[in-house]
């Protein structure tokens, strides 16, 4: 076997070559980082949503989300009203067609809020041919836009997802705090459909059994097959 030989030059070279490699690879990981975090940030969204038109379906779009989990099948097995009777509310619906999806599959009393006006006011416009009720409010405060008990149905697809990326020590306080307000705003016979990245077990020790010992929810979870 031949060996290779490298002059000092070269092996300068490619130590270099290493050293910029890595430190770029550093700088990519915090700019990351930094951006994950900023997913919590309201003015992360609205400068996003000012130049990013394009659809961004969080996770899955509905099709994906109703083979995977099945939605379908849970609605129909909690209700037995006609579709366009319940009432849905999606939270942090972004610029998603998830709302006009369901809306086409019959689901026609659906309000989908997010806490950009950018996105709300685009998406009113993408949508205007269709009844769905888009709104500008915060899911950390829906007692201030709704009526308690409203909703047969609410969804979230990555939304409490955006509280973890904050990684402090509040998150948990905030996370119960979302699932109040989901709970003052969802009927007492309604059902949370959350579509989130993070392991059941994270869910569990950080705000399941907060949950449960406070009443807000009977927990049953979805395994992926």
């Known amino acids: 076997m031949k060996k290779i030989a490298f002059t000092l030059a070269e092996l300068s070279l490619i130590f270099f ?3 910029v490699l890595a430190v770029l690879f550093f700088l990519l990981k915090r700019w990351l980082y930094k951006k994950q975090r900023e997913y919590s940030s309201n003015s992360y969204w609205e400068n996003r949503y000012d130049w990013y038109k394009q659809t961004m379906d969080w996770y899955a779009n509905y099709s994906k989300a109703n083979e995977d989990f099945k939605i379908e099948e849970i609605i129909q097995e909690q209700f037995n009203e006609k579709k366009s009777k319940l009432k849905i509310l999606e939270l942090g619906c972004g610029n998603s067609d998830f709302a006009s999806d369901m809306y086409d599959r ?21 949508f205007q041919n269709k009844k769905i009720n888009f709104m500008c409010a ?27 990326t904050k990684e402090t020590k509040d998150v948990p306080e905030l996370l119960f705090s979302a699932y109040q307000q989901i709970h003052f705003a969802l009927k007492d016979n309604g059902i949370l459909l959350s579509i989130s990245n993070k392991n059941p077990e994270y869910w569990k020790e950080n705000a399941f059994k907060k949950i449960v010992k406070h009443k807000l929810f009977k927990v049953h979870q979805i395994k992926r097959m």
């Open 17 to 19: 070559i290493m050293a």
């Open 138 to 164: 915060d899911y950390l405060q829906l007692d201030k836009t709704f009526e308690k008990k409203q909703f047969d149905i609410i969804i979230e697809k990555a939304g409490l997802d955006s509280i973890v």
């Open 106 to 126: 019959g689901y026609t009393n659906y309000t989908a809020i997010d806490y950009s006006k950018n996105v709300i006011k685009q998406m009113n416009e993408k």
